[in-house]
T-cell receptor, first 114, second 114 residues
């Protein structure tokens, strides 16, 4: 079974600064995928970034990058140059082999301060 | 763009009522999922379906059932609503089941059971 741990219930960051949201995972599958989603106050889940376990390079999507450390089983999300619109809940998730559904962490609420 | 539509954004029901939450996707996706989201608990999987008329239990299926008579529609049923089912319900869909298959979410239904 897969498990995702997000240890930061809430985070604050100054506008224009970078912030790292932590995510560790546990799985026995040899191959797996890691995802980050953003949930603004409107409620809809927005896909941000994906990292495959065999990808050689860390994934990047605009201001989002994923700091993937396979040996440590961590997949931290880095947001550069924070904006007020980045204030939201952020969820880390993973999927392993055998057609397993996506498993989510408990989330981190990020607040960006002007 | 994929669109996943949940029939109600807010719903208020009484204890013991039978409740139907409807979800429709317009991109011919094979797979559909129901999650519930509670503060501090993240997203937990209730039921999912990889094909029409097929269903699989997730992590917390007790008190719920589902129906998938057509590919595009996946209904969540609360046979006899209870106050502990007050929650945000999120429907999602995906095309495949590979490790990199991301989920597309609806806007959610905030259900209050009084």
């Amino acid at each position: 079974a897969q498990k995702i741990t997000q240890t930061q219930p809430g985070m604050f960051v100054q506008e224009k600064e970078a912030v790292t949201l932590d995510c560790t995972y546990d799985t026995s599958d040899p191959s797996y995928g890691l995802f980050w989603y953003k949930q603004p106050s409107s409620g809809e889940m927005i896909f941000l970034i994906y990292q495959g376990s065999y990808d050689q390079q860390n994934a990047t999507e605009g201001r989002y990058s994923l700091n993937f450390q396979k040996a440590r089983k961590s997949a931290n999300l880095v947001i550069s140059a924070s904006q007020l619109g980045d204030s939201a809940m952020y969820f880390c998730a993973m999927r392993g082999l055998r057609n397993t559904p996506l498993v989510f962490g408990k989330g981190t609420r990020l607040s960006v301060i002007a | 763009d994929v669109k996943v539509t949940q029939s109600s954004r807010y719903l208020v029901k009484r204890t013991g009522e039978k409740v139907f939450l409807e979800c429709v996707q317009d991109m011919d996706h094979e797979n559909m999922f129901w999650y519930r989201q509670d503060p501090g608990l993240g997203l937990r999987l209730i039921y999912f379906s990889y094909d029409v008329k097929m269903k699989e239990k997730g992590d917390i299926p007790e008190g719920y059932s589902v129906s998938r008579e057509k590919k595009e529609r996946f209904s969540l049923i609360l046979e006899s609503a209870s106050t502990n089912q007050t929650s945000m319900y999120l429907c999602a869909s995906s095309q495949g089941t590979g490790e990199n298959e991301k989920l597309f979410f609806g806007s959610g239904t905030q259900l209050s059971v009084l």
